[in-house]
């Protein structure tokens, strides 16, 4: 808890510095970069969290890696998280700076989960959908789940609804379970 709101503090006080400096688009766009790398290359998550290496060489593989890749503001924000030694919540920060900027943007994700890769008529026939009766506008994230059987899971924030055929099978044997027909009629 004490984390999480550590890292909604540098976020905010990051999201609030780019909207004054009217930047708010590109530091977006910067942050989504540093968490994709971060996560698709394990090797650098642990090089950035380990309290053994010393700041400088984090800065210096972080200057190898990102300056030329995101903007000015941006990468003198990772410097402050190098020099206050708040690099193991690095991505914490970026997930909570991700939903500050979807918040004040009116987005928001929604999780699909389907049994087989969606087409791209069905995903924007869902994306529609989601969208017609609605402020916000949708980032729609999928996984593939063969044992649904079919049909759909979709979540968003707290709404759960789930459309999938192993829901309806397995509310159908609760209910013969329960065998409602008297015998012998």
Known sequence: MKNLKLAFRYANALYDFSLETGNVENVYHDILQIQEVITTHKELKPILESPIIPKDKKQNIVKEIFQKNISNATFQFFTLIIKKNRTPQLLMICRQFIKIYYRNHNIKEAFVTSAQQLSEKK?????????????????????????????????????????SIQTKINKLKAEFSQNAYAVGF
Not at 137 to 151: A, W
């Open 123 to 163: 995903i924007q026939y869902l994306k529609a959908s989601l969208e017609k009766n609605s402020p916000y506008t949708f980032i729609l994230h999928f996984s593939v789940d063969p044992r649904i059987i079919g049909g759909l899971i979709v979540r968003v924030d707290d709404y759960y609804y789930d459309a």
